[in-house]
């Protein structure tokens, strides 16, 4: 079977613009929400890790929305970054995991006036920009089951390359700020008061963010006729389940957490003791903490107690439907650079959360690094990430 190769990043956060920057930002370990500047979100949480607001990108439709021009630019990023060039436009794919889409558009329009020239924008349009700007003529999929989408994303891309549908796959995830997302949380009582806190013994709930990941996988007898200039890793398993439980809440034995951790890793033919780092889903709510944590010591066993979790959604905040493709970037990061990003420390470490939060930078101990993004609906995905070979 073919295998699937990242050989480009692309990233947008509350860190700024740019995988280098996404990773500098990840190792000074600082990220703080701030009020929303939207005047009409009137609710007790107002708070969000920004991330930079982008020009409508050259070449694109007018009038795109913000997660749109976060997925292009990310895009660019990550094309500029794998050097790719001359690729037949029929065999390069998109895949676009977001949560909320182009709501945003519809929310300024519905507070300030509809343009005469609006046309509906759904969820699909996000792919559609970007695979629009780049001239891609392989499929063109969006894959929007919430804060998973990004994770099965990714997944979906890996299945286009193993099939033979596409040799090179731009794909990833998106999202922007959505004043009805956030009102949603408000009224479900899921968003801290003071930031985003996973694994912390007083943490309250989530805190949204902004921001895009992309990630060029290409196919590696592709990316050896082209001699690409790097390889950040190669994406060895995915595992997929779902809790079939609650619309919001997670199965609170996190059987099927289990089980899709467990599949990503046999898959990738990866071992407990060779997990060096595990990014995990990490929301900071209070049940999907304790319930990642007890499931990753059912599947690592004594490894959980001393692999390294890197607690992104501490510095950028949870992105909804792009969460799982920055990981992803920081996963492929943290292999590249073999090193794991000192944490954001917690003020209070939680008995009910028996993981390893290093606060100092840490070498790698593994050659494989494991995402976990999990979803409203019970939707799970783990990624499990390998190390480039020479």
């Known amino acids: 079977m073919e295998e699937v190769l990242i050989t480009g990043l692309g990233a947008i956060s509350h860190l700024g613009s740019g995988a280098d920057a996404f990773w500098h930002g990840l190792m000074r370990a600082e990220g703080r929400p701030e009020p929303v ?5 009137r609710m007790d949480v107002p708070l969000l890790y920004a991330a930079p607001e982008l020009p409508e990108p050259a070449g694109s439709a007018p009038g795109l929305s913000l997660a749109s021009r976060f997925a292009i630019e990310a895009a660019r990023q990550a094309l500029a970054d794998s050097g790719l060039a001359d690729v037949a436009p029929e065999r390069v794919a998109v895949v676009i995991g977001t949560g909320m889409g182009d709501a945003t558009l519809h929310e300024q329009w519905r507070a300030n006036g509809y343009p005469q020239d609006a046309a509906w924008a759904p969820v699909f349009s996000v792919v559609s920009a970007v695979g629009e700007w780049l001239g891609a003529e392989g499929p063109n999929t969006s894959i929007s089951n919430a804060c998973a989408a990004s994770g099965f994303g990714i997944s979906v891309a890996a299945d286009l390359i193993r099939t033979g549908a596409a040799d090179v796959v731009v794909a990833g995830g998106a999202e922007a700020y ?5 009102a949603c949380f408000n009224r479900l009582g899921a968003l801290d008061p003071q930031r985003c806190r996973p694994f912390d013994a007083q943490r309250r709930g989530t805190v949204f963010g902004e921001g895009a990941g992309i990630l060029v996988l290409e196919s590696a ?7 690409a200039p790097r390889v950040y890793a190669r994406l060895a398993g995915e595992g997929w389940s779902c809790d079939a439980h609650h619309a919001t809440a997670p199965e609170p034995t996190g059987a099927q957490i289990v089980r899709a951790m467990g599949e990503a890793l046999e898959r990738a033919g990866a071992g407990p003791d060779e997990v060096g780092c595990v990014v995990p889903h990490g929301t900071g709510t209070e049940l999907n903490d304790a319930v990642e944590s007890r499931a990753l010591h059912a599947v690592l066993g004594e490894a959980a107690g001393r692999t390294p979790l890197y607690s992104l959604k501490a510095l950028v905040g949870h992105t909804g439907g792009a969460a799982a493709a920055l990981a992803t970037v920081a996963a492929a990061l943290i292999l590249h650079h073999r090193a794991v990003p000192p944490n954001r420390p917690v003020d209070e470490p939680d008995p009910a959360c028996e993981v390893r939060l290093p606060v100092e930078r840490a070498a790698l101990g593994g050659r494989f690094a494991l995402v976990n993004a999990y979803a409203f ?8 990430l390998q190390e480039a070979t020479p």
Do not use: E, F, Y
């Open 377 to 384: 609906g019970g939707n799970n995905v783990s990624l499990v």
């Open 221 to 227: 007898t592709h990316a050896a006729a082209r001699q």
């Open 37 to 41: 500047t939207d005047p009409h979100a």
């Open 178 to 182: 959505s004043r009805v997302a956030l």
